[in-house]
């Protein structure tokens, strides 16, 4: 059966991406995905032939996957990070059922939480939640509701897509919804550019996270209750008898105020 | 400066893991970690030397990875999944402010919310929370304000450690918590054993979950109110023109009834 691999390719360099995803893209004949992506790859694997679309063709990029895998050559849809977080996995199995000749496979990959959350420290050891600020294809109130609840259950929180050039104050409308609940001092990463050239990051406060600038190539985290700077690093415990203030400073009571 | 790297190395096999992940285990010379994910490294380089310490020593595991680092050793501490994600990493942030002379790097790595959900289909596409019902080292009533949270957000929700020996319930009394809101329809998935020989997994629906066993090799999904079975798989659709189901069937009104 013709088959196109969705792999996600982690934050960007060939190292940060699995050996699963590595031996796919290597064995693939036509490598597919959205224009930014499919130029790191192309930098790795030169010979490959490769077929993008821009931002908000995803439809037209699919088809054009199962297109080429029906003419039986390996195909290989690339997204960043994981293709299953706000990735291309979900349209491409909707899509499949108008192609039954061909199986779609998913190569999970290291999604910006995981890779921005390994350089800010630890923010996401506990229960967190994962929220988009995109809202193309979101109403703006569902964002809002979820970015209340995630606060009202005390989950550290990591946001993708804080920002772009049409939703320049985003970010600071989040924060600002954050802030009606949480305390402006919360600790807070951001991390730029993750696994590129240009990658960078910062461990701020809430207070201080409402004015930076973002982009869509920012990933913004949010500390739970117990968040903590540790040797300039964001660190968010996890229960541990060490943890809990011995010698290394005092947790707060657990999730304050709380109550449904 | 002496280095200790908390190594994430995926749901298990080879294939899984980064390239950096298994670069940095071939460059280290002690390994450190918990005796079943020790294991699953040994098979793959046994001329390392290995230290390990059982489930809830995690503290003299970590003390461990510094003295070795000390003596000026490579050292890398493995967790299963993510090190950031229930892992070790914040445990080993904390503890390392008594080993100043040693610095802690961390490799991320495909966590199970990531590895299961490409199993499944594309459960997480969307925004979603990750919660643990271990009550270990959190208190219950901050899981079930947290269950409550998530669903009254329509957040995917993917639980982790759903069920050990002495917590044998846990996975029923979390469903009949989601069930005071959520329809017992509500799609779910259910994974196995991820990345390994007995690998397993299944899509079925909130009420048929309630009764299923689980054990801590086990992680489960809950869909969101958009979540639908395409094709046996499980999958959330982010919004895209094709998923809003003008011939592949029909998405809910959005989070219905949510309001804060």
């Keep these: 059966m013709n088959q196109v691999t969705v792999v996600g390719i982690g934050p960007g360099g060939r190292d940060q991406m699995t050996i699963k995803a590595w031996q796919t893209l290597e064995q693939s004949e036509v490598i597919v995905g959205y224009t930014v992506y499919v130029e790191l790859i192309k930098e790795l694997l030169p010979e490959k032939e490769y077929r993008t679309t821009p931002m908000r063709r995803e439809e037209d990029r699919c088809r054009m996957a199962f297109e080429e895998a029906r003419k039986g050559r390996r195909v290989a849809m690339v997204c960043s990070g994981d293709g299953g977080v706000y990735g291309m996995s979900g349209l491409m199995l909707t899509l499949g059922t108008e192609y039954p000749d061909i199986s779609v496979e998913m190569v999970p990959g290291v999604t910006a939480a995981l890779a921005g959350g390994a350089l800010l420290g630890a923010p996401l050891v506990h229960d967190f939640a994962v929220i988009s600020l995109s809202d193309l294809l979101t109403p703006w109130e569902t964002i809002e509701k979820r970015l209340r609840c995630a606060a009202m259950a005390d989950f550290a929180i990591c946001i993708y897509n804080p920002a772009s050039k049409k939703r320049a104050d985003y970010l600071y409308r989040a924060c600002m919804i954050l802030l009606e609940t949480v305390e402006p001092e919360r600790l807070c990463g951001l991390v730029y550019q ?66 449904l």
Tied chains: 1, 2.
Aim: aromatic share 6%; proline share 3%; charged share 25%.
């Design 194 to 259: 993750i696994g590129r050239e240009k990658e960078q990051w910062e461990v701020l406060t809430l207070n201080e996270l409402k004015d930076r600038a973002a982009d869509m190539f920012t990933t913004v985290f949010i500390g739970n209750s117990h968040t903590k700077e540790i040797g300039g690093k964001m660190v968010t415990p996890r229960g541990y008898g060490a943890e809990k203030g011995d010698e290394h400073g005092t947790i707060l009571p657990a999730a304050a105020g709380l109550s």
